[in-house]
């Protein structure tokens, strides 16, 4: 039995809740799951349509977090079978025994912006003294284990295994339609999926867009997400008169989404750091380059893993809009989209859950 512990879990929506729901699709093909998560307004309808046995933890915020980790520890308690635990944040094992977590080969996922504190602080302390109870790191790219070595967490202990993808779905001609739509006959049709946090670089998109008006007449970007940021972007919208370039969605289907960026010509994220927040991967590059789109992304992170330079796509400093401008002119320079949307989509297979869940089986095992 495979014990997975996460704060984060579909239905719910966001990087890590695909990784974790991901992940736990792909071990469930060799052997049983139990995943320990918190309630979401729509779980009751997922869980039923999932072999996987879920455990969901209601109750206020600051208390469900201390009956999660004693449901965990009486369910190891009476299972002596389980193969590994794995969780998703080194939160999600601090209340954990130690000696419950070391009757079992237990995983901790780290994610960059999860564990980016000031070494010394009570927090970086916090990471180090979980992250230490783990018999496996799990960085999520190259930059992330640079970064936890930095932090000081033991790197004989850090393995990278990137994140997942589900393998492209066949798009409906109903959402083909709607996603035609949307982009009209616009060139170049340039699509972001992503929360609206600032790190992600939508107010530099949105600049962009302003300046590339006098060469793309016809230029077109949709940003699918929501967030924080979202009142912010939509003043930024008006005040660079983009309304009919710019269209801002969400809330809507998994079909439409995968509609919309197969339909693109670029998929664009220029992250950037802010503050301690900053881009550990970007699975999103990967899920577009799955349908043949090639990506922009910042090189503050880990988008270097999941772009390859020249050959999928291109690298930018997401801080500077001149780097950004001038990237999106070279990715269309030429045609060479049409080159990288070929070669990221066979980057892509790389990725296929079918492939990346053996990295864990053989630590496992």
């Known amino acids: 039995m495979f014990l997975m512990v996460t704060r984060n879990y579909p239905p719910d929506v966001g990087g890590m809740q695909m990784l974790m729901g991901g992940l736990s699709e792909s071990l469930l093909n060799h052997g049983p799951v139990k995943v320990f998560t918190y309630e979401h307004h729509d779980s009751q309808i997922y869980d039923k349509k999932t072999s996987i046995s879920i455990e969901r933890v209601k109750g206020i915020k600051l208390f469900r977090k201390y009956r999660k980790a004693n449901l965990i520890n009486n369910f190891i308690n009476a299972n002596p079978n389980i193969r ?3 969780a998703d944040h080194w939160k999600s094992l601090e209340l954990i025994k130690t000696e419950n977590l070391k009757k079992i080969k237990t995983f901790c996922l ?9 070494v010394g602080s009570i927090l970086n302390k916090r990471v180090i003294k979980s992250t230490n109870n783990a018999d496996y790191i799990i960085a999520n790219s190259n930059f992330t284990k640079e970064l936890a070595i930095k932090i000081g967490i033991n790197p004989k202990k850090i ?4 994140p997942g993808i589900t393998k492209p779905i066949q798009v409906e001609n109903i959402d083909k339609i709607k996603a035609e739509k949307v982009f009209g006959d616009s060139f170049p049709k340039i699509i972001t999926v992503s929360r609206l946090d600032k790190r992600k670089g939508h107010d530099k998109i949105l600049m962009s867009i302003k300046n590339l008006k006098t060469k793309f007449p016809k230029i077109k970007y949709v940003s699918v997400g929501f967030g924080k940021e979202e009142n912010n972007l939509l003043k ?6 983009l309304e009919k370039e710019v269209i801002f969605l969400k809330n809507i289907d998994f079909n439409f989404k995968v509609a919309l960026v197969s339909e693109s010509n670029l998929y664009l994220m ?6 301690k927040s900053v881009e550990g991967f970007g699975i999103s590059f990967i899920e577009a380059a799955s349908y043949g789109i090639g990506s922009i992304g910042g090189k503050d992170g880990g988008a270097s893993d999941a772009i390859k330079h020249k050959q999928t796509g291109l690298i930018c400093d997401g801080n500077d809009l001149s780097s950004i401008y001038e990237s999106i002119l070279k990715f269309f320079e030429n045609e060479n989209f049409l080159e990288y949307g070929k070669n990221a989509k066979e980057f892509s297979k790389n990725f296929y859950w079918d492939k990346i869940v053996k990295n864990y089986l053989k630590l496992i095992n």
């Open 84 to 86: 590994a635990l794995l």
């Open 110 to 118: 780290l994610h960059s912006k999860e564990i980016n504190h000031e």
């Open 159 to 162: 393995s990278v295994i990137f």
């Open 236 to 241: 930024l919208i008006k005040e660079l008169k």
């Open 270 to 275: 220029p992250s950037r750091i802010e503050k």
